[in-house]
């Protein structure tokens, strides 16, 4: 079994699709790295040699800024923007959306779901 970044890779997907199982690499980085690593992207992960893994993981540590680097870097510009107290660091305070989208409706995601009132009676049909 692969085991690149902490992440153990899934067997049967292609490298370059599970690749993308690591925080910080998508679809085209996952490209560009097995392009310098000279590994053949339709291979399945079970299928690496060591060799194949090595160079992997030597491009990743060379190139790319992954996992938990990564989380702590954008956790890190989130707390400067809530401790300089700009608009979009109000909005992470708070809990809604960041990049302008609408908040009267659709903001569920950020808001939460709907908020009920307790004890509240239907009005009673006539």
Same mark, same amino acid.
């Given at each position: 079994?692969?085991?690149?970044?902490?992440?153990?890779?899934?067997?049967?997907?292609?490298?370059?699709?599970?690749?993308?199982?690591?925080?910080?690499?998508?679809?085209?980085?996952?490209?560009?790295?097995?392009?310098?690593?000279?590994?053949?992207?339709?291979?399945?992960? &079970?299928? /690496?040699? +060591?060799?194949?893994?090595?160079?992997? @993981? $030597?491009?990743?540590?060379?190139?790319?800024?992954?996992?938990?680097?990564?989380?702590?870097?954008?956790?890190?510009?989130? &707390?400067? /923007?809530? +401790?300089?107290?700009?608009?979009?660091? @109000? $909005?992470?305070?708070?809990?809604?959306?960041?990049?302008?989208?609408?908040?009267?409706?659709?903001?569920?995601?950020?808001?939460?779901?709907?908020?009920?009132?307790?004890?509240?009676?239907?009005?009673?049909?006539?």
């Amino acid at each position: 079994m692969a085991r690149i970044s902490g992440i153990d890779l899934p067997r049967n997907k292609r490298v370059e699709i599970a690749l993308t199982y690591i925080y910080g690499i998508g679809l085209s980085s996952s490209q560009k790295l097995l392009s310098l690593a000279s590994v053949d992207p339709n291979i399945r992960a &079970k299928d /690496l040699t +060591d060799q194949d893994i090595t160079s992997i @993981r $030597r491009v990743i540590d060379q190139h790319f800024q992954v996992e938990g680097d990564l989380r702590r870097f954008e956790g890190l510009a989130i &707390k400067r /923007l809530m +401790d300089i107290g700009c608009y979009r660091g @109000r $909005r992470h305070r708070l809990g809604l959306p960041v990049r302008g989208q609408r908040t009267r409706t659709n903001a569920r995601t950020r808001r939460g779901g709907k908020r009920t009132v307790a004890g509240k009676k239907k009005a009673p049909r006539k």
